[in-house]
């Protein structure tokens, strides 16, 4: 779902939009898309056809929501937001990536208990997670470098 654009360049909607897109295998969409960006299989899940699928997300869709109805109770869960994909909004061979919602449920549940974060003073981590995300090489990784060297990593990314 999202207000973005439906195809490259285009306006933004003025109406809410939705696309059906089944989830995708990590491996199969990590290779289709290695031409695009890194996804890293316990932070981001993927979704869309492959092929010639116009089907996708486009500019303006990022945050918007990933939902998958559970085939037994019918219920709506959250699963993921959007967050990158084709640049040019095709689909195509490539396909929609998203933030995987469960890989972040105790962070939000610890950010809604504590203080605002305040930058650490001294060269510590601030997250258990730290050696394992280095792992991933996200320390390097465009996207998540700068709050990784900022806030929560700054000993094991190198950052003091």
Same mark, same amino acid.
């Given at each position: 779902?999202?207000?973005?654009? @439906? #195809?490259?360049?285009?306006?933004? #909607?003025?109406?809410?939009? =939705?696309?059906?897109?089944?989830?995708? $295998?990590?491996?199969? +969409?990590?290779?289709?898309? =290695? %031409?695009?960006? $890194?996804?890293? !299989?316990?932070?981001?899940? +993927?979704?869309?056809?492959?092929?010639? #699928?116009?089907?996708?997300?486009?500019?303006? %869709?990022?945050?918007?929501?990933?939902?998958? =109805?559970?085939? !037994?109770?019918? *219920?709506?869960?959250? *699963?993921?937001?959007?967050?990158?994909? !084709?640049?040019?909004?095709?689909?195509?061979?490539?396909? @929609?990536?998203?933030? *995987?919602?469960? @890989?972040?449920? %105790?962070?939000?549940?610890?950010?809604?208990? #504590?203080?605002?974060?305040?930058?650490?003073? $001294?060269?510590? !981590?601030?997250? %258990?997670?730290?050696?394992?995300?280095?792992? &991933?090489?996200?320390? $390097?990784?465009? &996207?998540? *470098?700068?709050?990784?060297?900022?806030?929560?990593?700054?000993?094991?990314?190198?950052?003091?």
């Amino acid at each position: 779902m999202g207000w973005g654009s @439906s #195809s490259f360049q285009g306006k933004k #909607s003025q109406i809410l939009m =939705q696309a059906k897109m089944p989830i995708v $295998e990590y491996n199969t +969409c990590a290779k289709a898309n =290695q %031409d695009l960006g $890194e996804v890293v !299989d316990t932070m981001m899940l +993927c979704a869309g056809y492959g092929g010639d #699928s116009k089907i996708s997300g486009c500019h303006g %869709d990022s945050g918007g929501p990933l939902v998958c =109805q559970d085939r !037994d109770t019918g *219920r709506w869960t959250l *699963r993921g937001t959007v967050s990158w994909g !084709d640049h040019y909004c095709n689909g195509g061979p490539t396909y @929609s990536v998203f933030v *995987r919602i469960n @890989s972040y449920v %105790d962070w939000v549940k610890c950010k809604i208990a #504590s203080q605002p974060l305040k930058p650490p003073q $001294e060269c510590v !981590d601030a997250h %258990d997670y730290c050696g394992t995300w280095n792992g &991933y090489g996200l320390c $390097e990784n465009s &996207y998540f *470098r700068n709050m990784l060297k900022t806030f929560y990593c700054k000993k094991t990314c190198k950052a003091c």
